[in-house]
């Protein structure tokens, strides 16, 4: 069961979470124009994967580019753009994403990836969520991938949304820590 566990983890992370992302911005049907912005970028996977789909357009990635994870820093994201033929497309910025330094209605697309739940408090979870909606212009989509629990409570906060479970390739070791999506549309 570990090995089965380590197995699926190391799938996940490598390959399988990027699959499902592709699928995902390839389902956002985006035009090439738009401005994306994904909270808690970290080194830039989903990133790099939106600014492919954006060769008129601009990815912004924030995080707080904490020592806790080896390498999470903007130098290496932005050396990950540069690598992937993307880096005049790709900015990054130091953000709070309970408190994002942009005016409303500043962004086409919002993406986050298992970011939101390792926020320590239910009320700031939820702020980051608002904060994504705020600077969404209205028709804005947003695309979150949490833990299931968080997505559904994202959701409820809202109001609106439609959650999907990605499924295996988005396990991390098993079922019992499946990620899923809301996507919800700024209204307006």
Not at 68 to 95: I, M
Not at 125 to 142: H, I, K
Not at 161 to 187: C, D, I, N, Q, S
């Amino acid at each position: 069961m570990l090995l089965a566990s380590a197995g699926i983890y190391l799938h996940t992370t490598l390959r399988g979470k990027l699959r499902v992302w592709e699928r995902e911005l390839d389902r956002a049907a985006l035009k090439g124009d738009e401005r994306l912005l994904d909270l808690g970028c970290g080194r830039g996977a989903v990133l790099i994967e939106a600014a492919r789909r954006l060769p008129a357009g601009r990815a912004v990635g924030v995080d707080l580019w904490t020592s806790d994870q080896s390498g999470n820093r903007p130098e290496a994201t932005l050396a990950n753009a540069a690598a992937a033929g993307v880096a005049d497309q790709v900015e990054v910025r130091t953000a709070d994403i309970t408190a994002l330094p942009f005016p409303d209605d500043s962004f086409d697309v919002v993406t986050s990836a298992l970011v939101i739940h390792n926020i320590p408090t239910l009320q700031a979870r939820l702020r980051a969520v608002d904060e994504a909606m705020r600077v969404l212009r209205p028709g804005g989509q947003l695309l979150i991938a949490d833990i299931s629990w968080a997505a559904r409570k994202y959701a409820a906060h809202l109001g609106q949304g439609t959650l999907r479970g990605l499924g295996p390739e988005y396990w991390y070791g098993g079922p019992w820590f499946g990620v899923t999506l809301l996507r919800a549309v700024k209204e307006g």
